[in-house]
């Protein structure tokens, strides 16, 4: 049996770098940016994933990608989940053993988003092939159905998962179901429920729900290990201040530049010192100098005060 993915705490989805003139993948960035995850707290990165705009790159790329990524969590001792999901099966089954290989920490996978499962039984049938591939890889599925349109009830899902897929280890769940997430929580303790909605984090924590994979993580790790820390110690009121500020500032970006994910890519040259570029086509760039200007707007309005401001 696969020994579970023994994981707790905030785990960041990294950003891909892309160099601002061409797209192309930015691989002198990436030791800095494991420098940067580890001075800041942050134990685990996911590579490959929405945030790190995964299926706009080439298997090829995905590939280099995630061996870099590889080279500074070894040098750094970072665990490393990485998304192999969301293409054809074949290109998420060879994602799945390249992974393996590199001797990632866990799998992540989303599900075929063309012929979308229908329910519990046909998603875990789903990742089975892909544990077939990676039988000795804790896999997790992405439940993220605002972009997949995969409605499933993930307790059902689960339930079928521990019987038919060897390597399940549980669920990053990105869905606004705090109930449905404390009932994986529930289902035992070899399963991992990563909470993957920041504007949230302080209920979540509450309910139990003690491991997240949350984008702001690259832009602010402070405040959002700070909300986690608050209410372990009791100091709810403290988390509340925290959540309240850090969502000010996510709804001022959302409205600045027309998308929360966009807008934190754009600003880590300003909160990291770590030039991402913008994202790839399809989606809209940030030009610099409005991400230069929403920064100068989120601190001449003050939303995110020192941590220790209110202790």
């Known amino acids: 049996m696969v020994k579970k993915f023994d994981y707790k705490g905030c785990m960041a989805p990294v950003f891909t770098p892309f160099f601002r003139d061409s797209s192309l993948v930015n691989y002198e960035m990436i030791p800095k940016y494991a420098d940067y995850m580890v001075s800041s707290g942050i134990k685990g990165v996911l590579v490959n994933g929405s945030a790190g705009e995964g299926l706009t790159m080439s298997i090829a790329e995905r590939k280099s990608v995630l061996e870099a990524w590889m080279v500074e969590a070894k040098r750094c001792k970072l665990a490393v989940m990485v998304q192999i999901g969301g293409i054809l099966l074949n290109g998420a ?64 899902f689960t339930n079928k998962a521990i019987e038919l897929v060897p390597t399940f280890a549980g669920v990053k769940y990105t869905h606004n179901n705090l109930q449905e997430a404390n009932q994986l929580l529930q289902m035992g303790n070899h399963l991992s429920v990563f909470v993957g909605n920041e504007q949230t984090l302080a209920g979540q924590k509450a309910l139990g729900l003690d491991s997240c994979i949350v984008v702001s993580a690259n832009c602010f790790p402070d405040y959002v290990q700070a909300i986690h820390t608050s209410i372990e110690t009791g100091n709810v009121k403290h988390a509340l201040k925290l959540q309240n500020n850090l969502n000010a500032t996510l709804n001022l970006i959302e409205t600045r530049v027309g998308g929360m994910t966009l807008g934190l890519k754009a600003l880590m040259e300003f909160t990291a010192h770590i030039d991402c570029g913008s994202a790839r086509p399809p989606q809209n760039k940030v030009p610099r100098e409005s991400a230069e200007a929403l920064w100068k707007e989120i601190c001449a309005k003050k939303l995110l005060p020192r941590i220790d401001h209110w202790s």
């Open 93 to 156: 089954i060879e994602l799945a053993k390249h992974a393996e290989s590199q001797g990632v920490s866990a799998l992540l996978c989303l599900p075929d988003l063309f012929y979308k499962p229908s329910n519990g039984t046909d998603l875990a049938n789903y990742l089975k092939f892909i544990s077939n591939a990676a039988p000795n890889t804790p896999l997790l599925y992405y439940h993220i159905p605002c972009y997949t349109s995969v409605y499933i009830d993930m307790v059902d």
